[in-house]
């Protein structure tokens, strides 16, 4: 789901409330400039600002896979984060640069496919990035659910077009290019927990991180109002000052999307405007888009996916 590196969305993020808004903190202190994973600013630091949660006294840097503890992958039923197939997503708003307004559109769907991943079986999900009506980022995505709750991601295809034509695709999948997986989203989110890394994958500088910031608010958007949200902020361990808050509904997900005091210059503004179920035909033209994303990172990528299998229907 709406990510962090992707296209309009890197760490840039409709309306969302002030009390929501956390400011950045610290510098890291790191090997960031290699692209060495790193702890948060506040974990590199020592210490946080009060308007965050105390860091871990021993933060960890990357997230290591429960390889065996996790019985049925693909049943993703974490309540702030649940994906079954077949669902959709809307998210509209606007990037705001220069002070100039641009109509954006993020559109996530969870398709009936699964994809063997570093020995892993995932659920395939589908992105897509629209800006001012051009589509400029579509993408598919891996997750999968251990035994204790937690939601990883395992990699990624992305497409970013110009003019309709791809001119980058940012892959990586677990285990391939000394690529992990991530925590998307922890079992039982709440302020105070220590950051956690969402993937490394150094071949596309790829090591963004996330922490629960907010707990137990309540939160209204275009779908409707909300009870017991939380609030996730995310950033890129190299770019620790551009910062992307992230507001999650309970047996929803992502319901709203802004940015925390960050120091970029083009940032978003995102909220849900439509959640539902997608029907049998529409159910079946997703699985094609995503099947000829796959298919082309066959052909553009063979050192990433090339020792993959193809992604299945889901029996």
Same mark, same amino acid.
């Given at each position: 789901m709406i990510s962090i590196r992707k296209r309009g969305l890197a760490c840039r993020s409709v309306m969302a409330a002030v009390?929501?808004?956390?400011?950045?903190?610290?510098?890291?202190?790191?090997e960031a400039a290699q692209r060495t994973p790193a702890a948060s600013p506040g974990e590199a630091a020592g210490g946080a600002t009060p308007s965050q949660p105390p860091p871990s006294e021993s933060p960890q840097l990357t997230e290591e896979f429960p @390889?065996?503890?996790?019985?049925?992958? /693909?049943?993703? %039923?974490?309540?702030?984060? =649940?994906?079954?197939?077949? #669902? @959709?997503?809307?998210?509209?708003?606007? /990037?705001?640069? %220069?002070?100039?307004?641009? =109509?954006?559109?993020?559109? #996530?769907?969870?398709?009936d496919m699964t994809k063997v991943i570093d020995g892993v079986t995932t659920v395939v999900g589908y992105d897509e990035d629209w800006s001012d009506g051009e589509l400029v980022?579509?993408?598919?995505?891996?997750?999968?659910?251990?035994?204790?709750?937690?939601?990883?991601r395992l990699g990624e295809?992305?497409?970013?077009?110009?003019?309709?034509?791809?001119?980058?695709?940012?892959?990586?999948?677990?285990?391939?290019?000394?690529?992990?997986?991530?925590v998307m989203m922890p079992a039982d989110p709440a302020r105070g927990q220590r950051s956690y890394a969402q993937g490394w994958a150094p071949a596309v500088e790829w090591a963004d991180r996330g922490w629960v910031t907010l707990d137990g608010s309540s939160e209204c958007v275009?779908?409707?109002?909300?009870?017991d949200v939380i609030v996730v902020e995310e950033w890129d361990?190299?770019?620790?000052?551009?910062?992307?808050?992230?507001?999650?509904?309970?047996?929803?997900?992502?319901?709203r999307v802004d940015w925390s005091g960050s120091a970029d210059d083009e940032l978003e503004l995102l909220e849900l405007v439509e959640f539902k179920q997608l029907s049998d035909a529409e159910l079946a033209y997703l699985r094609s888009r995503a099947l000829a994303l796959e298919e082309r990172a066959y052909d553009l990528l063979p050192v990433v996916?090339?020792?993959?299998?193809?992604?299945?229907?889901r029996s």
């Amino acid at each position: 789901m709406i990510s962090i590196r992707k296209r309009g969305l890197a760490c840039r993020s409709v309306m969302a409330a002030v009390a929501l808004l956390v400011p950045a903190c610290g510098v890291i202190q790191s090997e960031a400039a290699q692209r060495t994973p790193a702890a948060s600013p506040g974990e590199a630091a020592g210490g946080a600002t009060p308007s965050q949660p105390p860091p871990s006294e021993s933060p960890q840097l990357t997230e290591e896979f429960p @390889y065996g503890h996790a019985s049925d992958p /693909t049943s993703i %039923d974490n309540q702030f984060l =649940p994906l079954e197939p077949g #669902t @959709y997503w809307k998210w509209d708003g606007v /990037t705001i640069e %220069d002070g100039e307004e641009t =109509p954006h559109q993020i559109i #996530t769907m969870i398709t009936d496919m699964t994809k063997v991943i570093d020995g892993v079986t995932t659920v395939v999900g589908y992105d897509e990035d629209w800006s001012d009506g051009e589509l400029v980022e579509a993408e598919i995505f891996f997750a999968a659910q251990d035994d204790d709750g937690n939601v990883w991601r395992l990699g990624e295809y992305p497409e970013e077009y110009e003019d309709g034509e791809i001119v980058a695709t940012p892959a990586w999948l677990a285990g391939v290019e000394d690529a992990l997986a991530g925590v998307m989203m922890p079992a039982d989110p709440a302020r105070g927990q220590r950051s956690y890394a969402q993937g490394w994958a150094p071949a596309v500088e790829w090591a963004d991180r996330g922490w629960v910031t907010l707990d137990g608010s309540s939160e209204c958007v275009a779908v409707g109002c909300f009870e017991d949200v939380i609030v996730v902020e995310e950033w890129d361990i190299a770019e620790p000052l551009l910062r992307q808050l992230k507001v999650h509904a309970p047996g929803v997900g992502v319901i709203r999307v802004d940015w925390s005091g960050s120091a970029d210059d083009e940032l978003e503004l995102l909220e849900l405007v439509e959640f539902k179920q997608l029907s049998d035909a529409e159910l079946a033209y997703l699985r094609s888009r995503a099947l000829a994303l796959e298919e082309r990172a066959y052909d553009l990528l063979p050192v990433v996916f090339g020792g993959s299998e193809p992604m299945q229907r889901r029996s």
